[in-house]
């Protein structure tokens, strides 16, 4: 009887052990698929200022935000991150269509509302993106493309 128990209490303990192994195995292997996998583009989008409110690894071409990434991200986007290894255009409307900022790999634009292309701000208007195309020099942060 006493033995039984025994056994029982160690079978648990050991099973208790076991999920715990898999927990910290299943967060490592997640941890390092985000580092290194598919999903992890490195591009993140912001409703608000100063990264703020944010879609972080969203694709690298989205034609519409609304259906792709997240709806409340549709002409609100405020802020960017790009640690993609390519430079990113985004554009004001769907389809990478009308006035486009450049944003290059490693860089950010932390406050759309200062971002001015042809004569009006970046701000809570972009609708789609890409990376920009061809092999030259990385324009600036908030450059037109
Ligand atoms: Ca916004």
Redesign the pocket.
Known sequence: MGMRKSGLASATASLALTIGVMGALTGTASASTGAAGAAATGITVC??AYEQNCATNVPGYVGDVLKQVRPDLQD???SIRNNSATTICFYEHNNYVGRGVAVPSGGALVNLSGTYVGGSSM??VISSWAPLGGGGPKPPPGAAC
Do not use: V
Request: charged content about 45%; aromatic content about 0%.
């Open positions: 409703k608000d609100s986007i405020s701000n809570d």
